[in-house]
């Protein structure tokens, strides 16, 4: 985990206010909770946490880009909320299949480019669902439908990069410091690039 370190994040931020600021009016159920700005363009997840300093992740998002289309293995843009907490009391490097722990724990892969067995699914995971109809919400387009999370994952070496088949990856120990503080409904955008 980054914390910003500027004197007023509002002021650095302005965009990131701008953006999590809409989203609370688009989506009011969201207000009192953190709202995640997911920014493909620099690999990094920003927490806003009203009274707490601006707090920005490196992540991996898909490496085949944003869309949305069912089997695309790309990240979807938009509006999402989290539909879904699992893992809570699983060890750090927690292998998960099918959302349920295994009980295995992964080698953590920290050399840069390294690759793991597959796209192993490890510590946590916040399963979002898309608000916006016909963009990451409904038919082909439905981004719970198509399993997408925030999670660990055992290639921390590729955060940082895109490498993911359409989730947001995070690094195991980020992703557990972080999910006590996201509870459910907390609003979560996904942006190609800053607006």
């Given at each position: 985990?980054?914390?910003?370190?500027?004197?007023?994040?509002?002021?650095?931020?302005?965009?990131?206010?701008?953006?999590?600021?809409?989203a609370l009016v688009r989506e009011p159920a969201g207000w009192g909770r953190p709202v995640l700005v997911v920014r493909v363009d620099e690999q990094r997840l920003y927490v806003l946490d009203p009274g707490h300093p601006v707090?920005?992740?490196?992540?991996?998002?898909?490496?085949?880009?944003?869309?949305?289309?069912?089997?695309s293995e790309q990240t979807p843009p938009g509006l999402h909320r989290v539909a879904q907490r699992i893992g809570d009391a699983a060890p750090t490097g927690a292998?998960?299949?099918?959302?349920?722990?295994?009980?295995?724990?992964?080698?953590i892969l920290t050399e840069s480019g390294q690759r793991g067995p597959g796209d192993r699914i490890t510590s946590r995971i916040l399963w979002l669902e898309g608000l916006e109809e016909g963009r990451n919400r409904g038919g082909?387009?439905?981004?719970?439908?198509?399993?997408?999370?925030?999670?660990?994952?055992?290639?921390e070496g590729r955060?940082?990069?895109?490498?993911s088949h359409g989730c947001i990856r995070m690094r195991n120990q980020d992703?557990?410091?972080?999910?006590?503080?996201?509870?459910?409904?907390?609003?979560v955008?996904?942006?190609?690039?800053?607006?």
């Open positions: 985990m980054e914390r910003s370190t500027e004197e007023s994040p509002a002021a650095e931020h302005a965009w990131l206010q701008r953006v999590a600021r809409d707090e920005r992740f490196p992540v991996s998002t898909a490496e085949r880009g944003v869309g949305n289309r069912e089997g292998i998960f299949r099918g959302r349920v722990d295994t009980g295995e724990v992964a080698p082909e387009v439905d981004s719970r439908a198509r399993y997408v999370y925030i999670h660990g994952t055992d290639e955060i940082g990069t895109p490498a992703i557990v410091a972080l999910f006590p503080r996201v509870p459910l409904h907390s609003l955008l996904i942006l190609a690039e800053a607006p």
